[in-house]
């Protein structure tokens, strides 16, 4: 019997969206999909849908479904149009507000969230609404795999592989749809994949652990700013940057010192909202390594510190009340950056200098303790006054570590040279 109209109609659609390796044909009553490989071999399966006129948006959507399924988890036909038939009944078998849509779901995640700045919820915000838009697309997505996959397709294009953009938006989308499965009602196939699905999405940074590192300020360069800044009278900031390059400290870590017996301890901040009550490590050690030429400096602004002759700048200390309330020191770190930021001859440091960024203070004092003194400090010893382990230390210093090695060796057997003609 000679195919009628609308099977011609519909095998076409088929072909056209979706190659000529696959099609369908009437059997039973039924529909049954076909999908022929390169290699000649094919594979089927007879859909539950009545081969009919009526019924050919139906097989054209669910053909589409299929494939999709087959193509994202590298399943068969048969396991395919299973998991197809168990998502399209899943809606009937739950309640909640996904019973409303998605976007009322988005709506009420948010809701959960206004404890947080309105920065982070507007990020939050942008972030979700890429998630609809995913959910709106076509083929529409059926699970969590094929929406973070159509995720990266249309928003990963100007992030860059292995970098915290993607990681964050990512895991946004992650924490969304596990609230939507746990707390709104969507069905199970809507929670997030394993790891290593998102660790794909993710990928690999092109560029090494080594090139990734954020430039230290040179020592001519910190000390020229601390001059400037003591000749614009700005000692607030001084103290605060003198302090951070100085004794090695994070940022974040202004809001966590104390000074007990004439020495600098800090205390832990790589602590989130749901530890910041647990108990912590001590406070750890924090040791002045001074600039040539400025012999001493460190123990002074040590002095400054303690004494409260000079404050650290207000808009520090301001973050620094809030971190109880806020569960989170971030934004004492960020608040130096901005001011420092806005500082004419900080700019200028930067200008000449691609890369820095008010973190390369910390790691000026790790530059500084393996590479300006003949006497370079063991990684052993660097690493516990930073305050992390040895193989963090080697990880993002090692080569300044490698580089003061290397010169100690060859300085030691000059050193031997004239020995040996005297």
């Given at each position: ?21 696959w ?16 290699d ?17 948006v ?33 809606p ?46 076509r ?50 196939r ?19 652990t ?23 009278g ?45 108990k ?9 390594l ?52 806005r500082?004419?001859p ?50 993002h ?14 300085e ?11």
């Open positions: 019997m000679a195919p009628q109209k609308w099977e011609q109609t519909l095998r076409r659609q088929i072909r056209d969206n979706h190659g000529n390796g099609n369908v044909i009437a059997q039973s009553g039924k529909c049954k999909l076909t999908r022929r490989y390169e000649g071999t094919k594979s089927a399966k007879v859909l539950s849908i009545e081969w009919k006129a009526t019924n050919s139906q097989i054209l959507n669910a053909v589409t479904r299929v494939r999709e399924l087959v193509e994202t988890r590298n399943i068969s036909i048969a396991e395919a149009v299973r998991l197809d038939t168990e998502a399209l009944a899943a009937e078998e739950h309640n909640g507000t996904a019973d409303q849509g998605w976007p009322a779901v988005v709506e009420e995640y948010l809701a959960t969230k206004q404890g947080r700045r309105s920065s982070t919820l507007a990020d939050l915000r942008t972030r979700l609404n890429r998630v609809l838009v995913c959910m709106d697309s083929p529409k997505p059926r699970d969590a795999r094929a929406l973070l996959k159509r995720f990266a397709e249309l928003h990963f294009t100007d992030m860059a592989p292995g970098g915290q953009g993607r990681k964050r938006n990512l895991g946004d989308a992650c924490a969304f749809l596990t609230y939507a499965v746990d707390k709104a009602g969507a069905p199970q809507w929670l997030p994949p394993e790891k290593a699905f998102i660790n794909d999405l993710i990928g690999v940074a092109a560029t090494s080594e090139e990734r590192l954020t430039p230290p300020v040179k020592p001519e360069d910190l000390a020229a700013l601390l001059d400037q800044m003591e000749a614009d700005r000692h607030d900031l001084r103290l605060a940057t003198g302090l951070i390059a100085l004794f090695g400290l994070r940022p974040a870590e202004l809001a966590v010192l104390t000074v007990k017996e004439g020495k600098l301890y800090a205390g832990a901040v790589k602590r989130n909202i749901a530890t910041l009550a647990q912590s490590k001590p406070p750890r050690l924090c040791l002045p001074d600039i040539a030429g400025r012999e001493g400096e460190g123990k002074r602004l040590l002095h400054l510190y303690e004494s409260g002759l000079v404050k650290m700048p207000a808009a520090v200390l301001n973050e620094i009340s809030k971190v109880e309330d806020k569960g989170t020191f971030q934004q004492v770190g960020h608040a130096f950056g901005q001011l420092l930021k500082y004419e900080w700019k200028n440091l930067v200008r000449s200098n691609e890369g820095v960024t008010p973190y390369s203070l910390r790691h000026s004092w790790a530059y500084r303790c393996h590479v300006c003194s003949n006497n370079a400090l063991h990684v052993r010893t660097a690493a516990a006054l930073m305050g992390h382990t040895v193989a963090v230390h080697m990880k210093y090692g080569s300044w570590v490698d580089e003061a090695s290397l010169e100690a060796a060859v030691r057997y000059n050193e031997g040279l004239v020995a040996a003609s005297n």
